[in-house]
T-cell receptor, first 116, second 114 residues
């Protein structure tokens, strides 16, 4: 069974600094997708970034980038120039590609605080 | 329109009440989901509808009854709930169930059972 692990329950970063959130996963599949979702106090889960396993290039979305290490099954999220609005719970998630029951599997989350 | 809209945003109900949660999307997505989320925990999948048919039921108690009247609407009917059912209920949709596309989430309904 696939599992997703986030080993940092809470993190803190100073405004304008850089922070990296860790995520590891376990799967025997070769085709899959990885996601980082952000859930601010407004409660809505918002997609931050997505990575296809078959792509070697790390995904980037503005201040957000990932370090995808397929062999190590690691998928960390780097937030550059942190802003107060980045404070939220961050969930790493995995989804196998294809199949009738490929559910989105979430990690336990990392609560990020941004200090002014 | 890239939104998933959930109503109501907050709901307080007694253990003998019957209520319904509503979810709507107009993105043409063919997969819709119900998740339950406890505080500071990840969402837990409850139900998946694919092309308006129930595809997955994660052994959810029968006091939760999902319904998909059409491709844009998803309901969750609640009856005889327990206090431990108090949680944030999230609806989500995706273009299909089976690919690698991300799910789009609504803002959730905060349910309190008294």
């Amino acid at each position: 069974a696939q599992t997703v692990t986030q080993s940092q329950p809470e993190m803190s970063v100073q405004e304008a600094e850089t922070v990296t959130l860790s995520c590891t996963y376990d799967t025997s599949e070769s085709d899959y997708y990885l996601f980082w979702y952000k859930q601010p106090p407004s409660r809505q889960m918002i997609l931050v970034i997505r990575q296809e396993a078959y792509k070697q290039q790390n995904a980037t979305e503005n201040r957000f980038s990932v370090n995808f290490q397929k062999a190590a099954k690691s998928f960390s999220l780097k937030i550059s120039d942190s802003q107060l609005g980045d404070a939220a719970m961050y969930f790493c998630a995995y989804r196998k590609y294809g199949g009738a029951t490929n559910k989105l599997i979430f990690g336990t989350g990392t609560l990020l605080a941004v200090q002014p | 329109d890239t939104e998933v809209t959930q109503t109501p945003k907050h709901l307080v109900m007694g253990m003998t009440n019957k209520k319904s949660l509503k979810c709507e999307q107009h993105m043409g997505h063919r997969a819709m989901y119900w998740y339950k989320q406890k505080a500071k925990k990840p969402p837990e999948l409850m139900f998946v509808y694919s092309y308006e048919k129930l595809s997955i039921n994660e052994s959810v108690p029968s006091r939760f009854s999902p319904e998909c009247p059409n491709s844009s609407l998803l309901n969750l009917h609640l009856h005889a709930l327990q206090p431990e059912d108090s949680a944030l209920y999230l609806c989500a949709s995706s273009p299909e169930f089976g690919g690698g596309t991300e799910a789009f989430f609504g803002q959730g309904t905060r349910l309190t059972v008294v």
